[in-house]
C-alpha cells in the first residue's frame, strides 16, 4: 500500500494494525528515551522487542513516570535487565530523586539488548470522540534466564 492509499484510509497503518493479544512474550530491550510528560513529571519509555513467535520483531512499550508510586515498576525493570546492587549505588546518600532515577536510566540503557519476558494485558478506555480503545499495559517483567548451552564438543581436533 502506498503513502497516498494510508493517508486516503486516514491510518497510520494503512488499517490493518491490531494490538498485540494479552499474554507473555519474549524479549528483549530496545530502545530507551527520557521524556516530560505534559505535567512537566519525567518518564522513561523502553521498548521491548519480541524476539520468538508469531509476533517476532513487533515492539512493546513501557512508560515509567519518575514518582515514588512507581518505584515498583523501576525495580521490576532492574530485576528483569539482570542489573545487580541498586540505582544508589556510586551515588551520593543525600543524593536526590532525579539523580538516581537518572542513574537508573542510565543503567538500564547500558543492558540494552536485555532478555525477558514481558506480560501484557489489555486497557481500554474511552478516547476523546467517544470510541472504545484498546492499548497495551505492561503487568510484570521476568528476566529470561536460558539454559546453559551444552558444549558442541563436534569441532574439537582430538
Known amino acids: 500500500m502506498g503513502l497516498r492509499e494510508i493517508w486516503d484510509n486516514g491510518s497510520g497503518n494503512g488499517g490493518d494494525f491490531e494490538v498485540l493479544p494479552e499474554g507473555i512474550y519474549d524479549c528483549e530491550t530496545h530502545d530507551l528515551t527520557h521524556q516530560a510528560g505534559n505535567d512537566g513529571v519525567m518518564r522513561t519509555e523502553i521498548t521491548f522487542s519480541i524476539t520468538a513467535g508469531i509476533y517476532e520483531g513487533r515492539r512493546i512499550w513501557l512508560k515509567v513516570k519518575h514518582a515514588q508510586n512507581q518505584v515498583f515498576m523501576m525495580r521490576m525493570v532492574w530485576d528483569a535487565c539482570g542489573l545487580k546492587g541498586s540505582p544508589f549505588d556510586g551515588l551520593a546518600d543525600d543524593a536526590e530523586d532525579f539523580e538516581i532515577w537518572n542513574n537508573w536510566g542510565r543503567l538500564v540503557y547500558e543492558s540494552l539488548g536485555a532478555e525477558m519476558r514481558v506480560k501484557v494485558a489489555h486497557r ?16 510484570d517483567l521476568q528476566q529470561l534466564k536460558r539454559s546453559e548451552e551444552t558444549a558442541d564438543a563436534s569441532g574439537v581436533p582430538w
Open 124 to 139: 481500554k478506555w474511552t478516547g476523546q470522540d467517544g470510541q472504545e480503545r484498546t492499548s497495551l499495559s505492561v503487568k
